[in-house]
């Protein structure tokens, strides 16, 4: 069973339909970040500047540190990498670092509209989970 790491943003609610479709499909998906919910970045960031740090010593700290490891193992542990757009800042390094590291890597697009060249470093590129679905098929 292959796994992958399903990458996207916390305010995205198809990522557990996403995760779900996928592991009907048979794949072991990780998508467990999402349970944080859509908020935990900005609590995040409010609770260190109330703790009067700045965004470089919140990096440093346990939370950050904790976090970045858990999604870290999971980002080495899977073979597959799919970016779920919209996606940030967070989610775009995600996939670059799974692309590096020579994992298969796809993006599920919101907006065909609005290219991007750079997304050609993806083994695919699709505009429906359906695509997504033939891609990975194809791919094993």
Same mark, same amino acid.
């Given at each position: 069973?292959?796994?992958?790491?399903?990458?996207?943003?916390?305010?995205?609610?198809?990522?557990?339909?996403? $995760?779900?479709?996928?592991?009907?499909? $048979?794949?072991?998906?990780?998508?467990?970040?999402?349970?944080?919910?859509?908020?935990?970045?900005?609590?995040?960031?409010?609770?260190?500047?109330?703790?009067?740090?700045?965004?470089?010593?919140?990096?440093?700290?346990?939370?950050?540190?904790?976090?970045?490891?858990?999604?870290?193992?999971?980002?080495?542990?899977?073979?597959?990498?799919?970016?779920?757009?919209?996606?940030?800042?967070?989610?775009?390094?995600?996939?670059?670092?799974?692309?590096?590291?020579?994992?298969?890597?796809?993006?599920?697009?919101?907006?065909?509209?609005?290219?991007?060249?750079?997304?050609?470093?993806?083994?695919?590129?699709?505009?429906?989970?359906?695509?997504?679905?033939?891609?990975?098929?194809?791919?094993?």
């Amino acid at each position: 069973m292959k796994s992958i790491y399903l990458i996207g943003s916390l305010r995205n609610p198809q990522i557990p339909d996403i $995760g779900n479709t996928l592991r009907d499909a $048979g794949f072991d998906v990780l998508d467990d970040w999402y349970g944080a919910g859509e908020i935990a970045d900005d609590s995040w960031k409010a609770y260190e500047l109330q703790r009067g740090r700045t965004y470089q010593q919140a990096l440093q700290g346990r939370a950050a540190n904790h976090i970045f490891a858990f999604d870290k193992s999971h980002l080495d542990r899977c073979e597959i990498g799919i970016l779920v757009c919209p996606a940030g800042r967070s989610g775009h390094l995600e996939l670059g670092y799974m692309a590096g590291s020579g994992k298969r890597t796809y993006i599920l697009v919101d907006n065909p509209d609005r290219w991007d060249l750079m997304y050609k470093f993806a083994d695919a590129v699709c505009f429906s989970v359906a695509e997504l679905l033939s891609e990975l098929a194809r791919s094993q």
